[in-house]
């Protein structure tokens, strides 16, 4: 079983609020990834958790903050997003860090308003 | 920088044909080559990984890598129309953290649109 699941599926937030989204998986695997992905292009990278611990930061902004409260468990929590940031957020799995088949959950589609 | 490139496409094989989907590859070091499909509004499905030089068969899908010449293919063969979708090629080029350890990092190419019509 390769399942990754994310929710919600769709989010609609203001530039004022705070959310987050959610994602987990029961593979045991010990690699998490946050990927954006805009329309019509590639997945971007914005955060590797390897064994619980954040290992990297794509350069990424602090009003996305991301959370391993567990190895199954992945948060990225939302707080005064542009318009800009609307996209796709994805959410992925590997065995472990290194050259691992990565397996991608069915993404969170966010529109900030 | 690091990158990958694909055949821009768009690519259309009528039913029952091959599909040659084509990709090349900046960063000499890489290890790890994935091919995924991709369905408008959904998310990336992985269909291929190869490490290896040579050929690697999975059903009607054939992923070829040429480390020396940079280069990896997937080929679809008897296309169907449940086929057509953006295929991107994936490349792990690696991150590295402050203390200098490599984590996986997936580069995309900007992935081909297939369509196989009937």
């Known amino acids: 079983d390769t399942e990754v699941t994310q929710t919600p599926k769709h989010l609609v937030m203001g530039m004022t609020n705070k959310k987050s989204l959610k994602c987990e998986q029961h593979?045991?695997?010990?690699?998490m990834y946050w990927y954006k992905q805009k329309a019509k292009k590639p997945p971007e990278l914005m955060f590797v958790?390897?064994?619980?611990?954040?290992?990297i930061n794509e350069s990424v902004p602090s009003r996305f903050s991301p959370e391993c409260p567990n190895s199954s468990l992945l948060n990225l929590h939302l707080h005064a997003l542009q318009p800009e940031d609307s996209a796709l957020y994805l959410c992925?799995?590997?065995?472990?860090?290194?050259?691992?088949?990565?397996?991608f959950g069915p993404g969170t589609r966010l529109t900030v308003t | 920088q690091k990158e990958v490139e694909q055949n821009s496409g768009p690519l259309s094989v009528p039913e029952g044909a091959i599909a040659s989907l084509n990709c090349t590859y900046s960063?000499?070091?890489?290890?790890?080559f994935f091919w995924y499909r991709q369905y408008s509004g959904k998310s990336p499905e992985l269909i291929m990984s190869?490490?290896?030089?040579g050929d690697k068969e999975d059903g009607r899908f054939t992923a070829q890598l040429n480390k020396a010449s940079q280069y990896v293919s997937l080929l679809i063969r008897d296309s169907q129309p449940s086929d057509s979708a953006t295929y991107l090629c994936?490349?792990?080029?690696?991150?590295?953290?402050?203390?200098?350890?490599?984590?996986?990092?997936?580069?995309f190419g900007q992935g081909t649109i297939l369509t196989v019509h009937p």
């Open positions: 960063d000499r070091g890489s290890q790890s």
């Open positions: 958790y390897s064994y619980e611990k954040l290992s």
């Open positions: 593979m045991g695997h010990r690699a």
């Open positions: 994936a490349v792990n080029a690696g991150a590295f953290n402050a203390g200098g350890t490599s984590y996986g990092k997936l580069t």
């Open positions: 992925a799995s590997s065995q472990g860090p290194g050259d691992y088949e990565q397996y």
């Open positions: 190869i490490y290896s030089n």
